[in-house]
């Protein structure tokens, strides 16, 4: 410009015509120019700003599908290699579901051999962009979800078949509607019953089937006749207390079994976790309980042996060895029967009561104590004192244990069913006493008293004894 402007003026007045057209025509190029570098510099800006767009849109899309893709082959490749194990030929243990893969797996291979790629491929990938909100953020839940969505919709024409359809397709054979109700209950129902059945680690002496209260909850499809008569055969037949439940869901038989009125010591592991618990308090003492043998606290709690106040986990008359010093134990409460510590009510009640007496004194008596001076001035024993003495001591022995004289009782577990014998009720009652050291201790503390009385009695014969001796001496 600046050079067509010096011609220009230079030669104003020799060819000033074509000076200026030269001019003129410099200047336009130079618009020209700069309105393409800036149409330039415009684009490589929308250039840069589709880069960093295109970025984005890469990490946001582009990468979780290809990331959703390759983590969905990897699932395909290991539902392939599942599908072929024995397992999931079986049907779930306690429902019978159609339509079950087994049932349907050979209509389903022959639809995908029959699929174009355009149906298998093209149509997903169309899902995937329509439904791109199901995936984009990475959510495992919702992508099963959309995953499950489009294989129902793909399938449908093979998985839409009625309960009964699939029942006919599955047993060929049973033509007549009561050859197939016999086998709806013999094939279906009665293994779903047994496959109820409590998982429960039973001890060898105790029986979930017979010794349990049991009941069965069938539900079947109100709309499948024969499915229904099944049911209430089954019922009436094998089970009376399993009740049929007709229900609104149409593609499943399901059974479920309660099982209640099992006992702590039915569990086999209760020998494992005693046998642990013993080891722990013989070795180390405190620990095994929450504050024992700590000698924490101004009450004594700290100091005491808390295991000696549980009860036994299993009863006796189930396993003997489990209860320690059972010996010792049977022969203090058969003692405490005999004399009269343990009893029935004598009001008539039926109940079976441990009898605390009041407290006695437990003086120790001697020669000393019922030695007198008759009126000539010798020493000589106080038979009237000594038979008083005597005579309280044996009305301790004979009622103390009574009602009027008793400080309070307490009752004791006696619910053994009456049905089953004499026997049995003595033996569950044993077992409750076994199973208690409270009670033990208690009975153990009142048979001391009585073997006190006892020795006051034999002190206040040897007292006499000696006494005689010494006369027949002088």
């Known amino acids: 410009i600046v050079q067509a402007s010096a011609d220009y003026i230079k030669s104003r007045f020799y060819n000033e015509g074509s000076a200026y057209s030269r001019y003129k025509m410099t200047v336009e190029d130079y618009i020209i120019t700069i309105n393409r570098i800036r149409e330039l510099e415009s684009a490589i800006s929308v250039m840069k700003t589709l880069k960093l767009q295109l970025d984005q849109l890469n990490q946001t899309y ?104 699939c029942l006919k397709f599955k047993f060929p054979v049973a033509i007549a509607p009561p050859m197939l109700v016999n086998i709806i209950e013999r094939e279906i129902i009665s293994p779903l019953f047994n496959n109820a059945e409590a998982t429960f680690w039973c001890a060898p002496y105790f029986s979930i089937d017979t010794d349990t209260f049991q009941l069965a909850t069938l539900s079947v499809p109100a709309s499948e006749p024969y499915v229904c008569e099944a049911a209430d055969t089954f019922r009436v037949h094998t089970s009376p207390s399993c009740v ?136 000589v024993l106080d038979k009237l004192t000594i038979n008083s003495v005597r005579s309280k001591i044996k009305d301790l022995i004979e009622h103390g244990w009574e009602d009027e004289n008793l400080e309070r009782v307490i009752i004791m577990k006696n619910d053994g069913d009456l049905r089953r014998g004499e026997k049995v009720v003595s033996s569950v009652r044993l077992d409750y006493f076994l199973a208690f050291p409270v009670q033990q201790n208690i009975v153990r503390e009142e048979v001391r008293k009585h073997d006190v009385l006892d020795d006051q009695l034999r002190q206040l014969k040897e007292i006499e004894d000696q006494y005689y001796r010494q006369c027949v001496g002088e």
């Open 62 to 165: 582009f990468v979780p599908m290809i990331e959703m893709l390759d983590n969905l082959k990897e699932t395909f490749d290991e539902d392939k290699y599942f599908l072929r194990l024995f397992e999931t030929r079986q049907a779930a243990c306690c429902s019978w579901q159609i339509p079950s893969l087994r049932d349907i797996q050979e209509r389903l291979d022959e639809t995908i051999k029959d699929l174009t790629p355009q149906s298998i491929v093209g149509n997903f990938l169309w899902e995937i962009r329509k439904e791109y909100h199901e995936w984009i953020n990475k959510d495992s839940d919702r992508i099963t979800a959309f995953i499950s969505r489009f294989m129902i919709r793909t399938f449908a024409p093979q998985m839409d078949i009625s309960l009964l359809d």
């Open 244 to 379: 049929v439940r007709k229900t609104a869901l149409k593609d499943r038989i399901s059974m479920m079994r309660l099982f209640s009125g099992i006992p702590f010591y039915a569990y086999k592991g209760v020998d494992f976790l005693k046998a642990d618990y013993d080891i722990g308090r013989r070795n180390r003492g405190a620990g095994v309980h929450l504050y024992a043998k700590t000698g924490r606290g101004n009450d004594g709690t700290g100091d005491k042996d808390w295991g000696s106040f549980l009860p036994e986990p299993v009863p006796y008359s189930v396993d003997t060895g489990m209860t320690e010093n059972a010996d010792e134990k049977i022969r203090l409460y058969e003692r405490a029967c005999e004399l009269g510590i343990i009893g029935m009510d004598t009001w008539g009640d039926e109940r079976w009561l441990i009898k605390v007496s009041k407290s006695i004194d437990e003086k120790s008596y001697s020669l000393d104590d019922f030695i007198t001076t008759n009126p000539q001035g010798r020493s």
